[in-house]
């Protein structure tokens, strides 16, 4: 019954990615350069091939990329490296599935014939080498160094690391190296263990993990990304680093989590409560357990929503100082907890 609580550290990493180009914005990681990048790295394995709606799971990805490519900014450019294309699921094409990436779009301006045919090289195959895509990730952005560009690398996965390849530790390699990427992952339709993993590899580069079940939800996980990518395009324009103020949104943001963590907690409390009322009426559990574990619940669950409350207060009341001022707080006192 239990559910996935988590902590702000997400929603301070999306904050902190949402205010990209920020002139208060001290990380040159978060600040806007002369040219922008984007590369997609997308899961080709297997299971990729299941239908979501009646949708193969492939095809949305494609679709909702292509969607977002066709309004990129003339002068940004992307990139597509795929993984787990080749053999099939089978132990005997392991070692050929775990052993296949490839850049089918070159780092480059959008075109629409190029890409479409790059879209078409791949379908769902093989095994999940997400270690081996990020390592060669780095050397595709080699020349890209982060003096000079915003980087930018999204990894779409439906699944766990099935290679064997230390995930992990490729995108804290392509993290900490010069060319200074941002990392967001988006898990696809991914079971409990799955994510798990992929949160890790969001965590362990300060990037966003966001969960999708289907292809509207990936569309919308995009369109923020479109909408950063216009604020590169009028910050290019004129010259100078000038963007909204995100007071506002960052309100809608920490409403949006507050709201989910309440909903979790109300769910759990709820089926908890009905399963041991169940178990007591139909005289599987006496009357001292099921007091004791009814006192145990109504406290646990008391903790839980005022640990939300309070998250709540601190989120809100450090979205009142300014931008610098409440990313350093939020850091501090949230992001240092989790190393």
Not at 75 to 87: L, M, N, S, T
Not at 91 to 96: E, F, I, R, S, V
Not at 167 to 183: G, H, Q, R, V
Not at 198 to 213: P, S
């Amino acid at each position: 019954m239990q559910q996935d609580f988590e902590g702000p550290e997400n929603l301070i990493n999306r904050l902190k990615f949402e205010s990209l180009g920020s002139p208060e914005n001290t990380d040159s990681r978060y600040q806007f350069k002369d040219n922008l990048n984007i590369v997609f790295i997308i899961d080709a394995s297997g299971s990729m091939a299941q239908k979501i709606d009646g949708k193969e799971k492939m095809a949305s990805a494609k679709d909702s990329i292509l969607n977002f490519v066709s309004k990129l900014p003339k002068d940004a450019k992307v990139g597509i490296r795929v993984y787990g294309h080749k053999g099939t699921g089978s132990d005997a094409d392991k070692a050929l599935s775990c052993s296949s990436s490839e850049l089918v779009y070159p780092i480059s301006n959008y075109n629409a014939g190029e890409f479409q045919a790059a879209l078409n090289k791949f379908s769902p195959s093989g095994w999940t080498p997400i270690g081996l895509a990020l390592r060669e990730a780095k050397n595709d952005l080699a020349s890209f160094d982060g003096a000079n560009n915003t980087n930018i690398v999204y990894l779409v996965s439906d699944g766990i690391d099935t290679c064997e390849d230390q995930p992990i530790e490729a995108a804290k390699d392509l993290y900490s190296s010069n060319i200074s990427p941002i990392i967001n992952v988006i898990g696809f339709d991914v079971d409990s263990e799955g994510q798990n993993q992929l949160r890790e590899i969001a965590a362990a580069t300060e990037g966003i993990y966001g969960t999708v079940t289907n292809e509207g939800e990936l569309q919308k996980e995009l369109d923020n990304l479109s909408n950063l990518t216009e604020k590169w395009k009028e910050w290019l324009e004129q010259g100078k680093q000038k963007i909204e103020s995100k007071k506002l949104q960052n309100d809608l943001a920490i409403f949006s989590y507050i709201a989910k963590e309440e909903i979790k907690a109300n769910n759990e409390s709820t089926k908890i409560e009905l399963i041991l009322f169940y178990l007591h009426e139909a005289g599987r559990m006496n009357d001292e357990s099921y007091q004791y574990l009814e006192t145990k619940r109504i406290e646990y669950h008391r903790w839980i929503n005022k640990e939300i409350k309070k998250f709540e207060k601190e989120l809100k009341a450090l979205n009142e100082a300014s931008y610098s001022e409440a990313i350093k707080a939020l850091e501090d006192k949230y992001i240092s907890n989790t190393q």
